[in-house]
Nanobody, 114 residues
């Protein structure tokens, strides 16, 4: 089970840090993805961090603004979001595929508005 937190309302240009944790299994042995979804639109991939060497990848729309990282001691994956834009407004979800099963968190809402 995954649980996200850290969403909220922020002005354009502001920052938020999202967290993704699990009480059921270790996250450090799995690749973790961050996705976002606007109502009425498809869910899109935002970022991913690998399990072995911490390699990261980002959607073009967030490169240079978002950073994904892990804190294995806290069993948590973070998504640091800087220079937020109104088009970043969405529900954000973390994801892991574990033992042939897809796990999604409940989502955390991010609203970027003045």
């Amino acid at each position: 089970q995954l649980v996200e937190s850290g969403g909220g309302l922020v002005q354009p240009g502001g920052s938020l840090r999202l967290s993704c944790g699990s009480s059921g299994f270790r996250l450090d042995v799995y690749a973790i993805g961050w996705f976002r979804q606007v109502p009425g639109k498809e869910r899109e991939g935002v970022s991913c961090i690998s399990s072995r060497n911490g390699d990261t990848s980002y959607a073009d729309s967030v490169k240079g603004r978002f950073t994904v990282s892990r804190d294995n001691a806290k069993n948590t994956v973070y998504l640091q979001m800087n220079s937020l834009k109104p088009e970043d407004t969405a529900d954000y979800y973390c994801y892991v595929r574990r033992l042939s099963t897809d796990y999604w968190g409940q989502g955390t809402q991010v609203t970027v508005s003045s």
